[in-house]
């Protein structure tokens, strides 16, 4: 079903519903939210969505304009801007396996973590039986 078939079939006032879905969807609205936002039930905006594939596209799009355009501010801040800072961010993010930053936790003079844990006897046998429990 096209978008104006959906919209012949639907609410007279279908087209502010849409228009207030999409603003409230590249704000990162819930679906939910946005149903609200746009006076318009969650089971009708699904319903929509399975009749309309067009309509459900519109909505996607709009879930994703926020999004890209982080995409686009990060892109130009490092393609246009050269931000060395922003760049660095990206390549800790993207590509952890090399560039991601790594913390170490050490004892006193680097010497390796002592854990010392006081259990009562009750809680020491809880731990014994549910460890033997495990192996079983």
Request: aromatic residues 10%; hydrophobic residues 35%; contains cysteine.
């Amino acid at each position: 079903m096209t978008l104006n078939e959906l919209k012949a079939s639907s609410y007279k006032n279908f087209d502010l519903i849409v228009s207030d879905l999409k603003n409230a969807f590249m704000r990162d609205f819930t679906t939910e939210r946005a149903c609200r936002y746009a006076g318009l039930s969650t089971s009708q905006y699904y319903e929509w969505i399975n009749k309309s594939d067009e309509f459900a596209m519109e909505m996607e799009k709009a879930k994703d304009y926020l999004m890209n355009q982080a995409d686009q501010i990060i892109v130009d801040e490092i393609v246009t801007k050269k931000n060395s800072d922003v760049a660095k961010w990206f390549k800790e993010r993207r590509d952890k396996a090399r560039f991601s930053i790594r913390q170490e936790v050490t004892g006193k003079d680097g010497e390796n973590m002592k854990l010392d844990l006081e259990l009562t006897d009750d809680e020491r046998q809880d731990l014994l039986a549910a460890s033997t429990e495990e192996i079983s």
